[in-house]
């Protein structure tokens, strides 16, 4: 008979067997630090134009190649509780502005090393972070992006209207001032609710029964071209017998297996899907100045074209040699369009270049030379992190990280607050950005601050870290709850 091994007194005997438990300093709080710094460092190389790009082969084993930060995170999977922190930081501002993920990073893994120095020479984490703080309606969505492989980067083009690599169904393939009617249910004869048996004895009744059905359908389509539709665009299958009379009657015919991919087609011709083949009113089609079916490469597309720029929907057209440069072209149009967004907010811009970093870090050294007791420390540690960014900048771009910062300094201390670094020079050189045009949003620099601050100061408030055991048994599949890819596109 085996003998019952007592546990050690103290808190793990309350756990499970199996279960982990970490506390204090060294073992809770230092290792959170160390994690979060890892992380900062993997995407502080990433940072800035001339930042280095991450392979990732993500759990499904496909490949990227970007300095998107908010890709690589997202690809990442990364479990350190600590860690997540960070990166759940980085996803509220990719949420909150669209870009500057790669900021929260960076200055979160600073100001987490610079209260390790303060922890390390005795101070509580409580006064370490005694410093740190507790207008438009456009739609990013309506910038759609079509990738096409072939040719190069140059050769892409803007469209006001939308794109999509489809073919059309039937024969006629461009239609000038276009009315278009959408449904959303198949090109099809009507079918019955109910199952019901038709008892045919004769030859005679089964081409009479055969005629109903042609002559049905062909009174369907004749109402919706009498009703003035002259392209149909449906999200369901189209029959054999539906596509002839749409051919003789010289309707252009376009199939659309995504919903989504519909309801920004009603958005962008301003029609009404329409869930039954009934003829539509004049209310309900939709208004496009030419449909056509192109071939961009060697890839067939059918655009839906608006001659003013009115529209509501606009989509890039997207050339390059390879998926993965598409992809990361993509994600910068992305960062671009959603800056669009922010500026729609607030119109307020601030130099970037690492000049507004520099310019804030003086400011609170100064502050933190004026208080008195211990939290003079955490100020001006606080203040040294915003160093993070421009020396990043430099790092990134080849140039003496030190030497840049103590020109920024000097420069900064003589008053020129627009100050910051110039990566085209060879050698270290500082450089006017407002001159030059180098410009952050206001509100991308304001949530990146405040994200990973909080995130610092969350990670520091942890001094203990408790696991349970694993549960045994297969995990649950941790897809999307909508299998519907375009629903993120």
Same mark, same amino acid.
């Given at each position: 008979m085996a003998l019952h091994v007592p546990k050690?007194?103290?808190?793990?005997?309350?756990?499970?067997?199996?279960?982990?438990?970490?506390?204090?300093?060294?073992?809770?709080?230092?290792?959170?630090?160390q994690a979060c710094k890892e992380l900062? /460092?993997?995407?502080?190389t990433a940072y800035g134009p001339n930042g280095m790009n991450k392979m990732v082969i993500n759990h499904l084993e496909k490949l990227f190649v970007t300095n998107d930060a908010a890709t690589i995170l997202r690809e990442l999977e990364v479990q350190h509780p600590a860690a997540k922190m960070i990166v759940m930081a980085s996803h509220m501002q990719e949420q909150e502005v669209g870009d500057g993920t790669n900021f929260v990073l960076v200055f979160a893994g600073a100001l987490l090393e610079l209260a390790e120095e303060l922890l390390r020479i005795g101070l509580s984490v409580s006064e370490a972070m005694s410093i740190f703080p507790d207008s438009g309606n456009f739609n990013v969505d309506n910038i759609r992006v079509c990738k096409i492989l072939g040719s190069g980067i140059y050769s892409s083009s803007v469209l006001h209207g939308m794109v999509f690599k489809k073919e059309t169904e039937g024969d006629v393939t461009s239609v000038k001032d276009a009315k278009i009617a959408v449904y959303s249910c198949p090109f099809d004869g009507m079918i019955t609710e109910t199952k019901g048996t038709v008892l045919i004895k004769t030859a005679e009744e089964l081409m009479n029964f055969s005629k109903g059905e042609e002559n049905l359908m062909d009174a369907q389509v004749k109402a919706i071209a009498d009703a003035g539709a002259n392209v149909i665009v449906t999200g369901g299958?189209?029959?054999?017998?539906?596509?002839?009379?749409?051919?003789?009657?010289?309707?252009?015919?376009?199939?659309?297996?995504?919903?989504?991919?519909l309801r920004r087609l009603c958005k962008t011709v301003g029609a009404t899907a329409l869930p039954r083949l009934t003829p539509p009113v004049l209310e309900e089609m939709g208004h496009c100045d030419s449909v056509y079916l192109s071939e961009v490469g060697d890839t067939q597309v059918v655009v839906f074209k608006h001659e003013k720029e009115d529209g509501a929907i606009s989509t890039l057209v997207l050339r390059g040699s390879t998926d993965n440069l598409m992809d990361d072209i993509e994600r910068a149009v992305d960062d671009g369009v959603n800056t669009f967004k922010v500026l729609t907010r607030?119109?307020?811009?601030?130099?970037?270049?690492?000049?507004?970093?520099?310019?804030?870090?003086? /400011?609170?050294?100064?502050?933190?030379?004026?208080?008195?007791?211990?939290? /003079?420390?955490?100020?001006?540690?606080?203040?040294?992190?915003?160093?993070?960014?421009?020396?990043?900048?430099?790092?990134?771009?080849?140039?003496?990280?030190?030497?840049?910062?103590?020109?920024?300094?000097?420069?900064? /201390?003589?008053?020129?607050?627009?100050?910051?670094?110039?990566?085209?020079?060879?050698?270290p050189a500082v450089k006017d950005m407002l001159e030059a045009g180098i410009l952050d949003t206001y509100l991308g620099k304001y949530w990146a601050i405040k994200l990973a601050t909080n995130a610092a100061v969350t990670v520091l408030r942890v001094d203990q870290i408790i696991m349970a055991k694993p549960a045994g048994g297969p995990k649950p599949?941790?897809?999307?709850?909508?299998?519907?890819?375009?629903?993120?596109?």
């Open positions: 050690a007194p103290g808190f793990a005997q309350m756990l499970k067997e199996g279960a982990k438990h970490f506390s204090g300093l060294e073992e809770a709080v230092y290792r959170n630090i900062a /460092q993997t995407t502080r299958k189209v029959a054999d017998m539906a596509l002839h009379y749409a051919n003789k009657y010289n309707i252009m015919l376009v199939r659309l297996n995504s919903k989504w991919d607030d119109k307020r811009l601030v130099p970037g270049g690492g000049a507004t970093e520099i310019e804030l870090a003086k /400011q609170i050294t100064s502050y933190g030379e004026t208080c008195p007791g211990l939290e /003079q420390y955490a100020i001006k540690k606080f203040a040294e992190a915003f160093e993070a960014i421009p020396r990043a900048l430099a790092e990134n771009s080849g140039v003496k990280a030190n030497e840049i910062i103590s020109k920024l300094y000097a420069v900064h /201390q003589e008053g020129n607050k627009n100050v910051g670094l110039d990566i085209e020079a060879e050698v599949p941790s897809g999307k709850k909508d299998w519907d890819d375009d629903q993120n596109d």
